[in-house]
Nanobody, 128 residues
Framework: QVQLVESGGGLVQAGGSLRLSCAAS????????MGWFRQSPGKEREFVGH????????YYADSVKGRFTISRDNAKNTGYLQMNSLKREDTAVYYC?????????????????????WGQGTQVTVSS
């Protein structure tokens, strides 16, 4: 079991930046891929990006590519989502997720159903 707790959400003006953190606990000695998703009211959950166990590769949704950066520090059991040039449409609850299945193709990690563990979410609100 892996427990995930997100933090760092808040209210920011359009064009601003926020960094979300995802602290993992429990069976963190086993490798896991970490993903980020978001959900706005009335919309389906949306893939934001994911990062491999080593942290060497990260993949992003087209909607955030070039603005968001995912990283991780395995020594601290923490993942990060750096969000720059925020837009109003980035307003959502952001979730981190983890799966011990680390050998899938990149596209497989775009599906939320492929993740075993989820955080409680943190609200990000971007104002104009």
């Amino acid at each position: 079991q892996v427990q995930l707790v997100e933090s760092g959400g808040g209210l920011v003006q359009a064009g601003g930046s926020l960094r979300l953190s995802c602290a993992a606990s429990g069976r963190t000695s086993s490798p896991y891929v970490m993903g980020w998703f978001r959900q706005s009211p009335g919309k389906e959950r949306e893939f934001v990006g994911h990062i491999t166990w080593s942290g060497a590769e990260a993949y992003y949704a087209d909607s955030v590519k070039g603005r968001f950066t995912i990283s991780r520090d395995n020594a601290k059991n923490t993942g990060y989502l750096q969000m720059n040039s925020l837009k109003r449409e980035d307003t959502a609850v952001y979730y981190c997720a983890a799966t011990p299945s680390i050998y899938w193709t990149a596209n497989s990690y775009r599906k939320g159903s492929n993740y075993d563990y989820w955080g409680q979410g943190t609200q990000v609100t971007v104002s104009s």
